[in-house]
């Protein structure tokens, strides 16, 4: 599956914003879909991610604020971040996977495809 990330931008802090990951091929339905994000000369952190066929989980520092969802019949997954603060400023990337246990999640090496990243930048 190739994916593609959209929605990032500059923002100020307390403001939302959401994210899009639009993929292509018949498997996102049956996808496990998760968020990253980086910052420059850091480690690519997780975020959250559906498993599939449901299950939700998220990293601790954007738990209560973001919120993870996807729209199978449009190819899509989208992450909803509400009360964003500038340490969310990075570079968002989503990935997927067909056969990803639920203690690899986190783990960025575990995903198999993966799309462009989109910047969000929260700054007053």
């Known amino acids: 599956v190739q994916l593609q990330a959209s929605g990032g931008g500059l923002v100020q802090p307390g403001t939302s914003l959401r994210l899009s990951c639009t993929a292509s091929?018949?498997?996102?339905?049956?996808?496990?879909v998760g968020w990253f994000r980086q910052t420059p000369g850091k480690e690519i952190d997780f975020v959250a991610a559906?498993?599939?066929?449901?299950?939700?989980s998220y990293a601790d520092s954007v738990k209560g604020r973001f919120t993870i969802s996807r729209e199978n019949a449009k190819n899509t997954a989208y992450l909803r971040m509400n009360n964003l603060k500038p340490e969310d400023t990075a570079v968002y990337y989503c990935a997927a996977s067909t056969s990803i246990i639920s203690s690899a999640i986190p783990d960025p090496n575990r995903w198999s495809s993966w799309g462009q990243g989109t910047q969000v930048t929260v700054s007053s």
């Open positions: 091929g018949r498997t996102f339905s049956r996808s496990s």
């Open positions: 559906v498993r599939y066929p449901g299950s939700i």
